[in-house]
């Protein structure tokens, strides 16, 4: 017997709130996928530009496979975790880590669980960083590096002025005498 599936109407897949991963190309720009949706990915010069067109990739995908008969998989959702996986470890870290849970009053479980949250946290915020900087430099044509010290107890700003990718000749330097006094 063959197994009969529903089919919706192509609007309701439309509608559906598909994970979206967008990692940066080691060649420039950035890379959209969505993995529940096999081949559907696209990229861009900009966050701006991949997003737009992830939309497109995401809109196409679907009215292609609606026209071509292809079952459409649904986006994947928390259900499909437990909550639960096994670690293996080496014996030390095992005994390291009950040690830590129990200076700090929690169970083992409870201990490796704030660990992991506060270590994927702090991964996210470091993505963001380095994205808001990716963007940030892709916006500048023009670097500009300054340090700052004394010279003969006034204190003094040295800009460095150069296009991206070439070493500046020395003549480029320039010295800003500082007025105020610059914390140390």
């Known amino acids: ?32 996928e969505i993995e529940d949706l096999p081949g559907c990915i696209t990229e861009g010069e900009t966050l701006e530009e991949v997003n737009k067109r992830i939309g497109d990739a995401l809109e196409s995908w679907i009215h292609a496979a609606y026209e071509d008969d292809i079952e459409i998989p649904l986006p994947r959702t928390d259900e499909e975790y437990s909550g639960k996986f096994m670690v293996r470890m080496p014996k030390y870290l095992h005994r390291r880590l009950v040690e830590k849970a129990k200076r700090e009053g929690a169970s083992l479980n409870q201990y490796v669980e704030s660990i992991l949250s ?60 500082c007025e105020e006094q610059v914390a140390a």
Do not use: C, H
Not at 3 to 9: S, T
Not at 135 to 158: C, E
């Open 1 to 32: 017997m063959k197994n009969i599936r529903e089919v919706k109407p192509i609007e309701f897949y439309l509608g559906l709130n598909y994970p979206i991963t967008i990692y940066r190309d080691e060649e420039g720009g950035f890379v959209a």
């Open 118 to 177: 506060a270590g994927v946290a702090t991964q996210n915020v470091i993505d963001e960083i380095k994205t808001e900087l990716n963007k940030i430099s892709t916006q500048i044509d023009v670097r500009r590096a300054f340090t700052v010290g004394y010279l003969t107890s006034q204190p003094y700003v040295r800009w460095m002025t150069e296009e991206a990718g070439q070493e500046p000749p020395i003549q480029k330097f320039r010295e800003i005498k």
